[in-house]
């Protein structure tokens, strides 16, 4: 599984970005993130089936994690950005079935390189 996140850049404060990643059918995927000097963080998670979302209390109603299934492309919607989102973030796929958390890192199998999200005050 070959995955490459996309979609960072250089925002305002109060922006809206949206990230990509290319994930193969029927994983549970992940998005994760590093600020620097700090340790990687979940964000976001959405289910293989698309059933079920999970959002860190930082970004709960700012963030979106969708799946386009025709396009076989994830999503992380991502507004009202503050420079706190500063950070590389992750995409990462998982096995749909197991038993560990969608928000610990330890689901997940395959993690593509990341994509850097800058918001400036």
């Known amino acids: 599984v070959q995955l490459q996140a996309s979609g960072g850049g250089l925002v305002q404060a109060g922006a809206s970005l949206r990230l990509s990643c290319a994930p193969s059918d029927e994983y549970s995927v992940g998005w994760f993130r590093q600020a620097p000097g700090k340790e990687r963080d979940f964000v976001a998670a959405l289910r293989w089936d698309g059933r079920g979302t999970y959002y860190a209390d930082s970004v709960k109603g700012r963030f979106t994690i969708s799946r386009d299934n025709r396009k076989n492309m994830v999503y992380l919607q991502m507004n009202n950005l503050k420079p706190e989102d500063t950070a590389v973030y992750y995409c990462?796929?998982?096995?749909?079935?197991?038993?560990?958390?969608?928000?610990?890192?330890?689901?997940?199998?395959?993690w593509g390189q990341g994509t850097l999200v800058t918001v400036s005050s």
């Open positions: 990462a796929v998982g096995p749909k079935n197991s038993g560990i958390s969608h928000r610990s890192e330890n689901r997940y199998t395959y």
